[in-house]
């Protein structure tokens, strides 16, 4: 190659790096003019979508939700205070059924009693008699207690019918056994080994205990539990309408 060619070679290489003077205004941020712009790495413009919630908007969105649940709460008060009925109804049921295959099977006397003396009303007390050693009966051991729950108690209320369930007594009275003894009612009945029910002195004790909750403004929600002396039958029950009226239904 010429000495002539090799000094014009550098010239062309400084050439090929030179920006144009535009160009480099417009990566500066700046106008032909060389005017800076105001917001040269603003992408976009922000949307007024992007606020978010207003306080009044929020404010509205917990009214309705209160609102909402308040109308829930009322709705299922008479459900909850039913279900609360229901519970006692099915402890009692367990309670005396239990009692009764114990004895059965144990050939022990269970007794079932309501609302036992020294313990809170509303309290269902479970014992029994253990066998006799030497011919002298042990004294009467507990086997466990059940309790209601705080609203329900064992009470008749006005507007209970006159035909109580099995014809036990006439609705007035909420722990009515010792049917047909002559003695006044009992607050307890015996499970024997046999299966039936007796009192102390071995009479045969039918009966029925009311469960209600005096608070509610309905009769209807109230359950009853029959026992029959002679064969220890335990039965549950509750108030329907007949013809305008109530009657007692077996469940």
Same mark, same amino acid.
């Given at each position: 190659?010429?000495?002539?060619?090799?000094?014009?070679?550098?010239?062309?290489?400084?050439?090929?790096?030179?920006?144009?003077?535009?160009?480099?205004?417009?990566? /500066?941020?700046?106008?032909?003019?060389?005017?800076?712009?105001?917001?040269?790495?603003?992408? $976009?413009?922000?949307?007024?979508?992007?606020?978010?919630?207003?306080?009044?908007?929020?404010?509205?969105?917990?009214?309705?939700?209160? %609102?909402?649940?308040?109308?829930?709460?009322?709705?299922?008060?008479?459900?909850?205070?039913?279900?609360?009925?229901? !519970?006692?109804?099915? %402890? %009692?049921?367990?309670?005396?059924?239990?009692?009764?295959?114990?004895?059965?099977?144990? !050939?022990?006397?269970?007794?079932?009693?309501?609302?036992?003396?020294?313990?809170?009303?509303?309290?269902?007390?479970?014992?029994?008699?253990?066998?006799?050693?030497?011919?002298?009966?042990?004294?009467?051991?507990?086997?466990?207690?059940?309790?209601?729950?705080? /609203?329900?108690?064992?009470?008749?209320?006005?507007?209970?019918?006159?035909?109580?369930? /099995?014809?036990?007594?006439?609705?007035?009275?909420?722990?009515?056994?010792? &049917?047909?003894?002559?003695?006044?009612?009992?607050?307890?009945?015996?499970?024997?080994?046999?299966?039936?029910?007796?009192?102390?002195?071995?009479?045969?004790?039918?009966?029925?205990?009311?469960?209600? @909750?005096?608070? /509610?403004?309905?009769? $209807?929600?109230?359950?009853?539990?029959?026992?029959?002396?002679?064969?220890?039958?335990?039965?549950?029950? @509750?108030?329907?309408?007949?013809?305008?009226?109530?009657?007692?239904?077996? &469940?």
């Amino acid at each position: 190659m010429s000495d002539a060619m090799k000094e014009r070679e550098p010239a062309l290489f400084p050439c090929m790096r030179v920006r144009s003077a535009p160009m480099v205004a417009f990566q /500066d941020g700046r106008g032909v003019s060389g005017i800076r712009h105001p917001f040269p790495e603003r992408p $976009y413009m922000t949307s007024n979508k992007q606020r978010g919630f207003s306080l009044l908007e929020l404010l509205i969105t917990v009214a309705i939700g209160l %609102t909402i649940a308040g109308i829930t709460f009322i709705a299922m008060m008479p459900l909850y205070n039913r279900n609360h009925v229901d !519970s006692a109804y099915d %402890t %009692t049921l367990m309670a005396l059924r239990n009692s009764r295959q114990l004895a059965i099977t144990q !050939s022990h006397q269970y007794f079932v009693n309501f609302n036992p003396s020294g313990f809170p009303a509303g309290t269902i007390q479970v014992t029994y008699q253990p066998p006799a050693v030497n011919g002298v009966l042990p004294a009467i051991q507990q086997v466990t207690t059940y309790t209601l729950p705080p /609203d329900i108690s064992f009470a008749v209320m006005g507007g209970f019918p006159a035909n109580a369930p /099995d014809a036990f007594g006439s609705g007035i009275t909420a722990i009515d056994f010792g &049917q047909g003894l002559g003695a006044g009612s009992l607050t307890y009945v015996c499970f024997m080994p046999d299966g039936s029910a007796q009192d102390n002195l071995g009479n045969y004790n039918s009966g029925v205990v009311y469960l209600s @909750r005096t608070a /509610d403004p309905t009769i $209807y929600n109230a359950r009853a539990v029959t026992v029959w002396g002679s064969t220890g039958r335990v039965r549950g029950w @509750r108030l329907n309408q007949q013809s305008g009226a109530p009657i007692w239904a077996q &469940q």
